[in-house]
């Protein structure tokens, strides 16, 4: 069963812009801590951005610092990634999770539980 879904993406040009949203399919998150991974072809699967429940904290990958936001509306119970400058090797299907255990602003795949099926982005030259 689908516990997130991902929605946003889309093929783009070099520098610009695309906002991610992930939305639980059954389960309220806003307790929890969330993050965006991304995996392209031939990779493992990294972080990107993380937040935590509240939404005051949060992490990035030093490759999208400065371009990426992540945000989360807990009222409507979904969570952004605001993707600006984009770049090629910003190319991947990013996909958006929830952790259940202790901690947050993680950037750690096995630290979550929770996936979406993932959205695609592709930034041409």
């Known amino acids: 069963q689908v516990q997130l879904v991902e929605s946003g993406g889309g093929s783009v040009q070099a520098g610009g812009s695309l906002r991610l949203s992930c939305a639980p399919a059954?389960?309220?998150?806003?307790?929890?801590?969330m993050g965006w991974f991304r995996q392209a072809p031939g990779k493992e699967r990294e972080g990107v951005a993380a937040i935590c429940g509240g939404g005051a904290v949060t992490k990035y990958a030093d490759s999208v610092k400065g371009r990426f936001t992540i945000s989360r509306d807990n009222a409507k119970n979904t969570m952004y990634l605001q993707l600006n400058s984009l770049k090629p090797e910003d190319t991947a299907m990013y996909y958006c999770a929830a952790a259940h255990g202790p901690g947050c602003a993680r950037l750690r795949p096995s630290d979550y539980n929770d996936w979406g099926q993932g959205t695609q982005v592709t930034v041409t030259s």
């Open positions: 059954r389960y309220t998150y806003s307790r929890y801590s």
